[in-house]
Nanobody, 128 residues
Framework: QVQLVESGGGLVQAGGSLRLSCAAS????????MGWFRQAPGKERAFVAA????????YFADSVKGRFTISRDNAKNTMYLQMDSLRPEDTAVYYC?????????????????????WGQGTQVTVSS
């Protein structure tokens, strides 16, 4: 089992920044590709970003490219999502996920399965 706990969400004005953290425990963190997903009210959960086990490879949804950065610190068992130039449409609950799949295979919600792990989510609200 892998336990994931997100933090860092909150209320921010459009154009502002937030940094989300995802703390992992229970298994060897560096064995897992990690990702961020989000779910806005009335919408399905959607892929945001993913990072490979070593951190060498990253993947982003088109809607966040150039504004969001994903990183991880395997020594601290923690993954991060730096969100800059936030927009009202970024408002959502943000979830972190861990998978034994390659990070390149985490780029859709449909690819996530019963063997993958999810956090409880953290709310991000961007006001206009």
């Amino acid at each position: 089992q892998v336990q994931l706990v997100e933090s860092g969400g909150g209320l921010v004005q459009a154009g502002g920044s937030l940094r989300l953290s995802c703390a992992a425990s229970g298994r060897t963190f560096s064995n897992y590709a990690m990702g961020w997903f989000r779910q806005a009210p009335g919408k399905e959960r959607a892929f945001v970003a993913a990072i490979s086990r070593s951190g060498s490879f990253t993947y982003f949804a088109d809607s966040v490219k150039g504004r969001f950065t994903i990183s991880r610190d395997n020594a601290k068992n923690t993954m991060y999502l730096q969100m800059d130039s936030l927009r009202p449409e970024d408002t959502a609950v943000y979830y972190c996920a861990a998978s034994l799949k390659l990070a390149s295979r985490m780029t859709t919600t449909q690819a996530m399965g019963p063997d993958d792990y999810w956090g409880q989510g953290t709310q991000v609200t961007v006001s206009s």
